[in-house]
């Protein structure tokens, strides 16, 4: 069965510093997806990047960069010069590759508090 | 930008009641997805849907859930009997015809069960 482990429950900085993810996942499938989604106070939930398992480069897009090592199943994410409205849960996901649907499993998420 | 729309945003029923939530997917897409969030806790996948049939469910999703395309565009979540544990954010979600693509979830229902 798939896992996705976030131990971080809680993490609060000052506006402008960097906030590392962590984000380790359990899966037996040698091809699968890996995910970061953000949820603001208002409930919804935003994509933010994708990863595929057969790909480890990583990179950065805007203040996003993430760090995908496949041989410690770790997928961490750090938002860059961190903003107030950065302030978020932000949930690590995982899903298999089906031909008739993926279902997508959720870490418990990491509440991210930036104060100005 | 095409988007996954939800309705109600906010229901509030006595324990007991049908309720039926309901979501529009994004036009093209081909496989549609229910997901809740108890209140402080993770989201999880209740049902996945494609070719008008049920293609995976979790063990939450038993005999008093039901989903069902009725008309096309619209994707629906039929809880028949509700409890005070279903009390939830109900999200629903699309992805186009590979199954491998990224889901974008709707705003979600917001459901109280008293």
């Known amino acids: 069965a798939q896992k996705v482990t976030q131990a971080q429950t809680e993490i609060s900085v000052v506006e402008k510093e960097d906030v590392t993810l962590d984000c380790v996942y359990e899966?037996?499938?040698?091809?699968?997806?890996l995910f970061w989604y953000k949820q603001p106070p208002s409930g919804e939930l935003v994509f933010l990047i994708r990863?595929?398992?057969?790909?480890?480069q990583n990179e950065i897009s805007g203040r996003y960069s993430w760090n995908f090592q496949k041989s410690t199943s770790s997928f961490n994410f750090t938002i860059t010069a961190s903003q107030v409205v950065d302030s978020a849960v932000y949930f690590c996901?995982?899903?298999?590759?089906?031909?008739?649907?993926?279902?997508?499993?959720f870490g418990g998420g990491t509440r991210v508090l930036v104060k100005p | 930008e095409p988007e996954v729309t939800q309705t109600p945003s906010h229901q509030v029923t006595q324990m007991g009641q049908e309720v039926i939530l309901r979501c529009v997917p994004i036009?093209?897409?081909?496989?549609f997805y229910w997901y809740r969030q108890i209140l402080g806790q993770k989201v999880e996948f209740l049902v996945s849907?494609?070719?008008?049939?049920?293609?995976?469910k979790s063990e939450i999703f038993d005999d008093q859930f039901s989903v069902e395309r009725p008309d096309g565009s619209n994707f629906t979540l039929k809880i028949r009997s509700t409890k005070l544990e279903d009390s939830a954010m109900y999200f629903c979600?699309?992805?186009?015809?590979?199954?491998?693509?990224?889901?974008?979830f709707g705003p979600g229902t917001r459901l109280l069960v008293l």
């Open positions: 979600a699309s992805t186009p015809g590979l199954a491998q693509e990224t889901q974008y």
């Open positions: 036009s093209n897409h081909l496989y």
């Open positions: 899966t037996r499938d040698t091809t699968y997806y």
């Open positions: 996901a995982l899903s298999e590759i089906k031909a008739a649907g993926n279902k997508l499993t």
């Open positions: 990863r595929n398992s057969f790909d480890e």
């Open positions: 849907f494609y070719n008008n049939e049920i293609s995976e």
